[in-house]
């Protein structure tokens, strides 16, 4: 089938083409707004601050002790995703756990700058588990690993606006899948009429019954 061919299918049954994708649409919209609550994302930033060598002064013993910061600052990092840290913040929000709240934390390779996302339905409980989280990890990470502080730079606050979900994202991936269902229901309808019209056509020719491709014959094998 060419493309123009398929174009005139479409043309010739556009009112599928037109009401499947816009009831696809209309249904994940519904979905959307009724069973998918927004979600809220706030975010804190940390500097990850080393304990210097006695030689700071040189350049040297400078450069090393940056190296060491950045991959203490992954370090951290990957503690901010530990479940002591998770445990932790949750007892001290008198939460049985972190359930429902989502975190991302971001560093950079050649940065000791580490920022934590948390995001869910509260707003408010999603900045003050960011904060708390910062809290925690700072203190741990002195015990744990050579650090000298961990410190906060920009303290989460509750945001105003949601972070999700993409509506309008849901609603156009739908519309497309109504589009693409659409034509194959006519592609498929199609292929089955052109065999019906081809056995008829057989059948005319032959002046036989047809099954399929082969002639039924009456009263033999």
Same mark, same amino acid.
């Given at each position: 089938?060419?493309?123009?061919?398929?174009?005139?299918?479409?043309?010739?049954?556009?009112? %599928?083409?037109?009401?499947?994708?816009?009831?696809?649409?209309?249904?994940?919209?519904? !979905?959307?707004?009724?069973?998918?609550?927004?979600?809220?994302?706030?975010?804190? &930033?940390?500097?990850?601050?080393?304990?210097? &060598?006695?030689?700071?002064?040189?350049?040297?013993?400078?450069?090393?002790?940056?190296?060491?910061?950045?991959?203490?600052?992954?370090?951290v990092s990957t503690l901010l995703k530990s479940d002591r840290i998770e445990a932790d913040t949750a007892k001290d929000?008198?939460?049985? &756990?972190?359930?429902?709240?989502?975190?991302?934390?971001?560093?950079?390779?050649?940065?000791?700058?580490?920022?934590?996302?948390?995001?869910?339905?509260?707003?408010?409980?999603?900045?003050? /588990?960011?904060?708390?989280?910062?809290?925690?990890?700072?203190?741990?990470a002195q015990q744990v690993m050579d650090v000298q502080s961990v410190n906060v730079i920009d303290q989460a606050t509750a945001p105003t606006a949601p972070s999700g979900p993409n509506r309008p994202m849901y609603i156009?991936?739908?519309?497309?899948?109504?589009?693409?269902?659409?034509?194959? /229901? !006519?592609?498929? &309808?199609?292929? %089955?009429?052109?065999?019906?019209?081809?056995?008829?056509?057989?059948?005319?020719?032959?002046?036989?019954?047809?099954?399929?491709?082969?002639?039924?014959?009456?009263?033999?094998?």
């Amino acid at each position: 089938m060419t493309l123009l061919e398929l174009l005139q299918l479409m043309r010739k049954h556009l009112k %599928l083409m037109i009401v499947l994708p816009i009831v696809c649409a209309l249904a994940t919209a519904v !979905v959307c707004f009724v069973a998918l609550p927004n979600t809220y994302t706030a975010s804190t &930033s940390m500097y990850v601050l080393a304990k210097q &060598s006695s030689a700071n002064s040189d350049n040297a013993a400078n450069y090393s002790n940056l190296n060491a910061s950045q991959m203490m600052a992954n370090d951290v990092s990957t503690l901010l995703k530990s479940d002591r840290i998770e445990a932790d913040t949750a007892k001290d929000l008198h939460l049985e &756990s972190l359930k429902g709240y989502s975190t991302k934390v971001t560093s950079e390779t050649t940065s000791r700058v580490i920022t934590l996302s948390v995001t869910g339905t509260d707003p408010d409980i999603a900045a003050t /588990i960011a904060n708390d989280m910062a809290s925690n990890v700072s203190k741990v990470a002195q015990q744990v690993m050579d650090v000298q502080s961990v410190n906060v730079i920009d303290q989460a606050t509750a945001p105003t606006a949601p972070s999700g979900p993409n509506r309008p994202m849901y609603i156009a991936v739908a519309l497309l899948a109504g589009l693409f269902v659409a034509i194959a /229901i !006519v592609v498929v &309808s199609d292929m %089955l009429n052109t065999k019906v019209r081809n056995a008829d056509e057989i059948e005319d020719l032959l002046g036989l019954p047809v099954i399929g491709r082969m002639p039924a014959l009456k009263g033999g094998k």
